[in-house]
């Protein structure tokens, strides 16, 4: 008689199958608990920044670096063209106004001077000689004029004897009209010699004016060829230092080429590179601070250049107030400029988070310390210390600053 065999429920390849299934199962959950955010983070407080939200003064400003520069800087350029000859001093040195720095040669522009003289001197000559020649012909007529003038004194004196001997039966009718024809003949020569010599004097002087003018215009641009080559010789235009000197003996220079410059000593000034971003809310008058020598200082925007280069614009500020003791030329400063007044507001400190989070949201840190969760906030303007807090958070809170990119997508931070 047959026996039933029992078949078994659970065989051993159904178990392995079941325990398969489980952990496949499991698996899945877990990349989906993963993958919705939910998962948590084991970090060491000692390798993390928390900062603590407080109610403050808060003023936006930027940092910019700025260059230390003397309060007025003249350019030294070639008025005439030449060979360098003669260096009187060094790159460096300290000059007084009219001190000269160097010679030029330029054998055509003293050429030329030497035939300006010439001109000048030809043309005096000339102007001489028409003085002379003009004094000469003026006497001439002076003495045209005083025979005239006699004459016409002797006829009118016959004139008028004749006419008391007419009347006396003395003299002929015929002599009286000859002697009064002749007074009237002199009266004209009178007035026609009075005329030639005023003519005369007119004319010499209107010859004399414009030889004069020609002589003057002929110095003056004597005058000017002498200062050029004057100008041969570069001297210093103010008080200062010499620097950026660029010329060596035997070196040709070209007109309008620049030989180096001159730095008024009397004070300085700070030469700031600026980011295009904020070309539109720089102004005059506005000021930024540095410290040196763990002392704050205050400095003042006089200038603007709008010229936009490689993204930045510069401007020149100046010390308002004292000037720090031992800041030398060319020193760089870390300015923070202010781009607003100061206010009451909610203050961040700034760090490496906002990288990440682009100021949308931040880990904020529980109540009891020891985990931190996202939180959505909102920030508004910055400074070089804070971020200026919208909404999101309340005095006291406390926030992980520092840079999130080890964190990931994770959505708590557990505090050990």
């Known amino acids: 008689m047959d026996i039933p065999i029992k078949k078994k429920r659970f065989t051993t390849s159904r178990i392995i199958m079941l325990v398969g299934g489980v952990l496949l199962l499991s698996l899945i959950i877990f990349t989906i608990i993963s993958s919705s955010g939910g998962s948590k983070l084991n970090v060491d407080t000692e390798r993390i920044t928390i900062s603590e939200v407080k109610q403050g003064v808060f003023q936006e400003n930027i940092p910019v670096n700025g260059i230390v520069l003397p309060i007025t800087t003249i350019y030294l350029d070639a008025v005439e063209g030449g060979r360098v000859e003669e260096k009187f001093v060094e790159d460096g040195a300290v000059m007084k106004a009219g001190d000269p720095i160097l010679r030029l040669s330029n054998t055509d522009l003293e050429l030329s001077l030497v035939n300006q003289e010439t001109a000048v001197y030809n043309l005096l000559t000339q102007m001489q000689i028409q003085q002379n020649a003009a004094r000469q012909n003026t006497i001439n007529r002076l003495n045209q004029l005083t025979d005239v003038e006699n004459s016409l004194i002797e006829a009118k004196r016959i004139y008028e004897l004749n006419k008391r001997l007419f009347d006396e039966k003395a003299v002929g009718k015929q002599e009286l009209l000859e002697s009064e024809n002749n007074y009237n003949y002199q009266k004209e020569r009178m007035k026609l010699a009075e005329e030639v010599v005023k003519q005369d004097s007119m004319a010499s002087r209107q010859e004399l004016d414009q030889a004069e003018s020609s002589y003057n215009r002929t110095r003056n641009a004597l005058d000017l060829m002498r200062k050029k080559v004057g100008d041969l010789v570069v001297r210093a235009p103010v008080d200062g230092q010499l620097t950026s000197l660029d010329a060596e003996i035997g070196q040709s220079k070209t007109k309008g080429e620049r030989l180096g410059q001159i730095d008024v000593l009397s004070g300085f000034k700070v030469r700031a590179d600026i980011d295009e971003h904020y070309i539109s809310r720089i102004y005059n008058g506005q000021s930024g601070s540095f410290t040196f020598k763990n002392e704050t200082y205050t400095l003042v925007i006089k200038k603007v250049y709008t010229q936009v280069t490689n993204g930045r614009f510069q401007v020149d ?8 003791e031992g800041i030398r030329r060319g020193q760089t400063l870390q300015i923070r400029l202010a781009l607003s007044q100061e206010k009451e507001a909610l203050l961040l400190a700034k760090g490496g988070f906002f990288q990440k989070t682009g ?16 939180q959505e906030i909102r920030l508004g303007s910055q400074n070089t210390e804070y971020y200026e807090v919208l909404e999101g958070l309340q005095p006291g809170d406390k926030v992980v600053t520092s840079g999130y990119d080890n964190f990931g997508d994770i959505q708590e931070l557990i505090l050990n």
């Open 317 to 324: 500020m100046h010390f308002e107030g004292d000037v720090p």
């Open 359 to 374: 100021g949308n949201w931040v880990f904020k840190v529980s109540e009891d310390g020891k985990s931190a969760y996202k």
